[in-house]
């Protein structure tokens, strides 16, 4: 099992700057990758940013979030944080932080993003 604590989020406006932060505990050596994902009103979960825990650190993002999302480790190895610049208020969502074994997700409960116009 794997447990995630998320921090961050808020409100921000147009233009400004969010910084998330999610750290996991529990197995921590079965996590293939760690990311965020985001839900907003009416629409399904997508994906946001991945980190993969290999040797070149790969990186995945949404189409809508390249050049202005940066996903990165945070102050410990199992620590992921998403720096968030530029935001628009599209970006308004619940984010979720993951976390991916070989057979199971898991999932943080959430913290809310809303960016003002």
């Known amino acids: 099992q794997v447990q995630l604590v998320e921090s961050g989020g808020g409100l921000v406006q147009g233009g400004g700057s969010l910084r998330l932060s999610c750290a996991a505990s529990?197995?921590?050596?079965?996590?293939?990758?760690m990311g965020w994902y985001r839900q907003a009103p009416g629409k399904e979960r997508e994906m946001v940013a991945l980190l993969y825990n290999n040797i070149d650190s790969d990186t995945r993002y949404h189409e809508s979030v390249k050049g202005r999302f940066a996903i990165s480790r945070g102050i410990t190895y199992n620590t992921v944080d998403l720096q968030m610049n530029s935001l628009q208020p599209e970006d308004t969502a619940v984010y979720y932080c993951k976390a991916r074994s070989r057979n199971y997700s898991f999932w943080g409960r959430g913290t809310q993003v809303t960016v003002s116009s």
């Open positions: 529990g197995d921590t050596d079965t996590i293939i990758y």
